[in-house]
């Protein structure tokens, strides 16, 4: 019986450890607090610099202009127009805590969710998770968008109208 209690060894903590446990989960909470995402920062119009897309293993960036690239303009009020082509689509947004950005299309529609990546004066990036384009189990796919500050548009735009919703 003595030669158990031999290899049963208490735990002993060392009082630099003890004293560095706290500082350590204090600095984890502040760094966790720095990438909650502000509203202030997302105010003004924001132009798509690049994307990335991924599916199961395969990656595409793309830094040409895309046929789906807008400017995006935030507002006080909680709308965000989607500009292209010179027109328009108006979302509401908000930020649901830490960092996700919601939109709901002034059109109806089910709400999109964007994951914040970064978000600080001059440069936003988000992250769609999208839906798999064939059947079967463990598929991501997502894309990156990467924006940067730019100057909201000041030309005349038309609202969007979807031409599959119009009656003859």
Not at 64 to 82: F, I
Request: aromatic share 14%; proline share 6%; glycine share 6%.
């Amino acid at each position: 019986m003595s030669q158990l209690k031999m290899f049963r060894k208490k735990p002993t903590y060392s009082p630099k450890a003890l004293f560095l446990l706290p500082i350590l989960s204090l600095s984890i909470w502040a760094s966790s607090c720095e990438h909650q995402a502000n509203k202030q920062d997302l105010i003004g119009a924001w132009k798509v610099d690049s994307t990335f897309t991924f599916y199961n293993g395969f990656s595409y960036t793309q830094t040409d202009e895309g046929s789906d690239w807008a400017t995006n303009v935030y507002g006080e009020d909680g709308m965000m127009k989607e500009i292209k082509y010179g027109s328009y689509q108006s979302y509401r947004f908000w930020i649901k805590t830490p960092d996700t950005l919601m939109l709901e299309a002034s059109q109806g529609g089910r709400n999109s969710a964007f994951a914040i990546l970064k978000l600080n004066k001059n440069q936003l990036v988000l992250r769609k998770d999208k839906q798999p384009i064939f059947p079967g189990r463990n598929q991501t796919r997502y894309e990156i968008r990467y924006f940067s500050r730019t100057e909201a548009p000041t030309d005349s735009l038309i609202p969007f109208k979807d031409p599959r919703k119009t009656n003859p």
